[in-house]
């Protein structure tokens, strides 16, 4: 077991003034990132790790997001919330320890030249500290959206895990949003989808997307944390028929009521 | 739930004039390496709300929420008096904590004593998890202990900037205010502030004028929108809230420098003593 290496923050503010700048651009283009000095980092000795981990690396048809989500969190159990927050560790772990990793799934060449410097600061940083932004970066989106999900009380605890990472809606919605901060929430979500596989086989996202309306809609006058997990699928399940009956045109409909229902009630979520 | 610009299907103590009477929440809170403790005097004047807590339909609910960790939760108690006990590493920075009194079963026929006569004769169905009563919000800045809320580091670092000499720059767009030295003063800096002797002088000369920008563009119209959620923000923000000095001068300009020697404990004064101390050393060796 080592200590975890971190960039230190004095490092961190000079790379990000050049990339805002689209500058050292060079740097992420190359087999592995060498723009820093020993005195750019400094070890944390209250995060222990064993050397060796890798991520399963993009193959352009699946980014592997279930399976990495599951060794990263394995590898970061530990990390208390507050640790978890530290901007430094992303940091280092997206430029160091996951480097291979991160150039395949944020490929920079891909990129128009001169959005390369955002884009990098987006996804290879926790670019200030919010839930947004930890959700950009997709090694804390891994650690965090499993830190919500992982439930050791199931006999897969990732299962809830995979649930989200199937769906890009899911880590948007619930790692962002405040419902989902409220973990009985998000597991009553997750599994309610889980247990009704057939009535999600078609307009999934749309259903999901109903789904999180309604949710917002309750929590704009409901304190959704003073429920259980069984009450908030029971919430769901009462929404079963209009789940049956969802088609894309339900969901242009709900999406047009629903705009102007969230014109009034967005200040009230 | 920003339930203060609701209007709900029910009578709610403490939104404007629903009920008569009051629900004013008194919160403490300890902060703690291992753990943070909020206590609650839960101040409740409506008879019948009282009667409903002491058989158990109704309950005060704490919310706290932290967004820079994903944290939320309630805690529930009949107790006027509450104590809520979380591990500070769940915690960071700003903490919004809510106070309400919910339904803890369906009630029919619900309408408190005092409730405005506008109701006419109506009652009211109420479910399980309604806000019957509102005792308004409050936050704190999540951190080890008090004393490292008033250090300096909470909201201010000194970092090397990217020109090789000249004069500092402060960033605004971090999560703590970030003074860049030229890379010649930094080397300098560095090892001047590794004995704690120095540190007096290094706040009057560059945290005084790093804060007293910060502190101007916090009394802008727009800071809440362009700051709001930096650390830096919400630790200056919180500071002010709970020192009525600082309040007090707050909201004009021309008291900045003012408020800044206060935020940081008459550095000016600090320094002079310092000096003093070193010229004292130096004639003696």
């Not at chain 1, 809609?217 to 009462?238: D, M, N």
């Not at chain 2, 403490?14 to 008194?26: A, C, R």
């Not at chain 2, 030229?182 to 704690?196: C, F, G, L, Q």
């Amino acid at each position: 077991m080592t200590s975890q290496k971190l960039f230190t923050q004095n490092f961190i503010s000079q790379q990000k003034r050049k990339l805002a700048k689209n500058q050292g651009i060079e740097s992420y283009l190359a087999e592995y990132f060498s723009d820093f000095e020993r005195d750019d980092t400094l070890i944390n000795p209250r995060v222990q790790v064993t050397e060796g981990v890798t991520l399963k690396v993009p193959d352009g048809k699946n980014n592997y997001d279930q399976e990495n989500a599951k060794i990263l969190f394995d590898h970061y159990k530990d990390l208390t919330p507050t640790q978890a927050t530290d901007v430094r560790l992303w940091a280092y772990l997206s430029h160091v320890t996951f480097w291979d990793y991160m150039k395949k799934r944020r490929p920079i060449e891909k990129q128009d030249e001169e959005k390369r410097g955002d884009y990098i600061l987006t996804h290879w940083f926790v670019d200030g500290l919010s839930p947004r932004t930890l959700s950009r970066n997709d090694l804390a989106l891994f650690w965090w959206g499993s830190y919500l999900t992982y439930d050791s009380t199931r006999k897969n605890p990732f299962e809830l895990t995979e649930v989200l990472f199937s769906m890009l809606d899911f880590t948007r919605t619930l790692v962002e949003g405040t419902q989902g901060r409220y973990k009985p929430f998000t597991h009553g979500l997750l599994e309610f989808v889980l247990e009704n596989k057939t009535l999600f086989e078609k307009y999934k996202e749309g259903k999901v997307r109903f789904l999180m309306r309604q949710a917002n809609i309750l929590g704009g006058y409901k304190i959704i944390p003073t429920l259980t997990k069984e009450e908030i699928k029971e919430i769901f399940e009462s929404k079963r028929k209009e789940l049956e009956n969802f088609s894309t045109q339900t969901e242009t409909e709900d999406s047009t009521v629903s705009n102007s229902d969230t014109e009034s009630k967005e200040s009230a979520v | 739930m920003k339930i203060d610009r609701l209007s709900l299907p029910h009578p709610v103590l403490g939104l404007g004039d629903d009920v008569e009477g009051k629900y004013e929440p008194i919160p403490s809170i300890k902060l703690g390496k291992e753990k943070t403790v909020i206590s609650i005097e839960h101040v409740l004047d409506n008879p019948t709300l009282q009667e409903m807590l002491v058989k158990g339909d109704v309950a005060f609910c704490t919310e706290l929420n932290c967004p820079q960790t994903l944290y939320r939760n309630v805690f529930m108690s009949r107790e006027p008096n509450q104590s809520v006990e979380i591990k500070s590493d769940f915690l960071r920075d700003k903490v919004t904590i809510k106070f309400y009194i919910v339904a803890q079963e369906d009630i029919s026929e619900y309408k408190p004593k005092g409730t405005n006569q506008d109701y006419g004769e109506y009652t009211f169905q109420v479910l399980k998890g309604d806000v019957l009563a509102y005792g308004s919000m409050t936050s704190f800045i999540a951190a080890k202990s008090w004393e490292k809320l008033a250090a300096i580091s909470s909201f201010l670092v000194i970092t090397e900037g990217d020109n090789q000499e000249g004069p500092f720059r402060i960033d605004l767009n971090e999560d703590r205010i970030t003074v860049q030295l030229s890379k010649k003063d930094y080397v300098v800096y560095k090892s001047a502030s590794k004995p704690a002797l120095f540190g007096p002088i290094f706040h009057a000369s560059v945290v005084v004028p790093a804060l007293i920008y910060a502190l101007q563009q916090m009394m802008t119209d727009d800071a809440k929108e362009q700051h709001e959620g930096k650390r830096w923000f919400d630790v200056l923000e919180f500071r002010k809230n709970n020192d009525e000095k600082i309040e007090k001068l707050w909201n004009d300009p021309t008291n900045i420098p003012e408020i800044a020697q206060l935020l940081l404990d008459q550095p000016f004064s600090r320094t002079l003593t310092r000096l003093e101390h070193i010229i004292d050393q130096s004639l003696r060796d």
